[in-house]
């Protein structure tokens, strides 16, 4: 392959690069442009099975991506991925799938396995984060814990035979009713 080859042709009948005219050069940009768009999703397309393999084990996408070969933005890949129903479908099942394992580690950080001395307030916290991390990635099986705890937030009327509720709270998840007895 000579040089005339390598480039493209309306670049490859100047004799003298420097004879370039700002319209060229502007066509040059754009073809490099649209070059390295289909080389960034051609990348896509080889490490997404892999960045989907590190999601299913409890991974963070953004961790996924700085621990690949290859330069990965999660912010282009996240858009790249929704872009397709069957990628979206396939990265939601490894968000899904992660939160089960993200499951797995709670019982262990609760039993203190991986380190009997920290600090109970610290594991409070891993525990709560992964929970938190589970009700987003799958929430038709973890978020329902939390809206039923909401369920109460709003408070709650309550009436009982020959009881007149007058005040009816929620105070720290325990309920509280204060009422008067009507004799009848």
Sequence with gaps: MDNAEQVPDWLATLDN???????????????????????????YDIVFFGIMEKLAEGCTLAAACRNSPHEIDPIK??????????????????????????EDELIA???ALDNPLEDVNRSKLRIETRWRV??????????????????????????INGVTPRNTSVEDNNMVIDGEVIDG
């Design 17 to 43: 690069p420097t004879e370039a005219t700002p319209a060229m050069i502007d066509r040059a940009l754009v073809e490099h442009a649209h070059a390295l768009q289909a080389l960034q999703e051609q990348t």
């Design 77 to 102: 890949f996240r858009r790249w991925i929704r872009k397709d129903k069957q990628r979206k479908a396939q990265y939601e099942e490894a968000m899904a799938l992660g939160a089960e394992e993200l």
């Design 109 to 111: 950080i609760a039993d």
């Design 134 to 159: 589970m009700q987003i990635r799958n929430k038709t099986r973890y978020d329902q814990h939390s809206s039923a705890n909401s369920a109460f937030s709003g408070g709650v009327n309550i009436v």
